[in-house]
């Protein structure tokens, strides 16, 4: 699929946010173009909230990064614990259980930054948790139809392109 051979980067990262601008890569100068042409980067342009620039070829050399959306952070906010303490705990009854699940859940997570989107299909809001990590070497093109990658499955890497 396209959409898994596009990653995005940000070239502005810091540690107080994720910067001003974000980057797409590809190997494939087609699909970048194809993407500068769906209907919400032309919305956002014509709103001037986005500023457009040619597809250009990325300086070789670059180190390699993995920006990625790490969902487990999600689940340590007092809100998804609810939520998935309840859905337990109907389980629990619906087999017959007489004892509830205990709550013990302790997590560390490194520098991460929330990126607000909303969903396409149920156009509910939520957060993106991404994350930073530096890698040793490149690793084959593949991520999620946000253009990051995973804590499993999805691992691609994009150059640490910096403005």
């Given at each position: 699929m396209t959409m898994?051979?596009?990653?995005?980067?940000?070239?502005?990262?810091?540690?107080?946010?994720?910067?001003?601008?974000?980057?797409?890569?590809?190997?494939?100068?087609?699909?970048?173009?194809?993407?500068?042409?769906?209907?919400?980067?032309s919305v956002m342009v014509q709103e001037e909230l986005f500023e457009l620039s040619d597809v250009s070829v990325i300086p070789s050399g670059l180190a390699e990064v993995r920006f990625v959306r790490n969902q487990t952070i999600g689940k340590s906010f007092i809100g998804s614990k609810k939520r998935r303490m309840k859905r337990?705990?109907?389980?629990?009854?619906?087999?017959?259980?007489?004892?509830?699940?205990?709550?013990?859940?302790?997590?560390?997570?490194?520098?991460?930054?929330?990126?607000?989107?909303?969903?396409?299909?149920?156009?509910?809001?939520?957060?993106?948790?991404v994350q930073k990590e530096r890698v040793d070497e490149r690793n084959a093109v593949n991520f999620n139809t946000y253009g990051f990658a995973t804590n499993q499955d999805r691992r691609g890497t994009v150059p640490d392109i910096e403005f």
């Open positions: 898994n051979q596009i990653g995005a980067s940000f070239p502005s990262w810091g540690v107080d946010s994720v910067g001003s601008s974000i980057a797409f890569v590809s190997e494939d100068k087609e699909f970048l173009i194809g993407l500068s042409f769906q209907p919400y980067f337990c705990m109907v389980r629990a009854v619906l087999v017959g259980e007489e004892s509830f699940p205990v709550a013990d859940e302790e997590r560390e997570f490194g520098h991460f930054h929330r990126i607000p989107i909303a969903s396409v299909s149920s156009k509910q809001g939520f957060v993106l948790h």
